[in-house]
């Protein structure tokens, strides 16, 4: 609806700003914009548009500036015995990054951050080779994450929802180091 709106704002600025254009080439221009204005000043229809006009050009300059999600913060905060402690996302990032390069058969791992009722959740984009389970293994990946995370952070994620973007096919040249 707001697209829609804009769109026909757009248009109705263009058709003003045309004939604005015209009138220093149109010789008449200024008699018909006299016989305009003087059949405006006896119709309400005309005072009701520019009415409308005006309230959509307030609602669509407000609407620039609000945002229609919310803004994700760039770290968690963790309340301790001393204060507080904040964990940036690209440490939780790393992390997550970690736990899931220790599972055979998860080749390459992309991570977002969402929130989750009054926690964090993570989508992992990934891709896996043909010799694993794909169940099994994104299984695996999530109990493997929430663990490490939390083990390492202290962060509980609340969900983690992963997306395999492509299965690679044979082993290649990856070399795993144990």
Known sequence: MRKFITALWALMVAVIAAIIMLVPFV?????IIADFTGFM???LAFAAI???ILGLSIWL???QFRSTKPQMPSSVVLQVEGGEVRIALAAIDTLVKQAANQIKGVREVKTSFFRRNEGLGVHIRTTVSTEESIPNLTSLLQQKVTEHVHNVSGIAIQEI???VENVAVGIGNRVELR
């Not at 010789?27 to 008699?31: S, T």
């Open 27 to 31: 010789p008449a221009a200024g008699a």
């Open 161 to 163: 929802k992963v997306l």
């Open 41 to 43: 000043e006896d119709n």
């Open 50 to 52: 520019a009415a409308l």
């Open 61 to 63: 300059f407000l609407a």
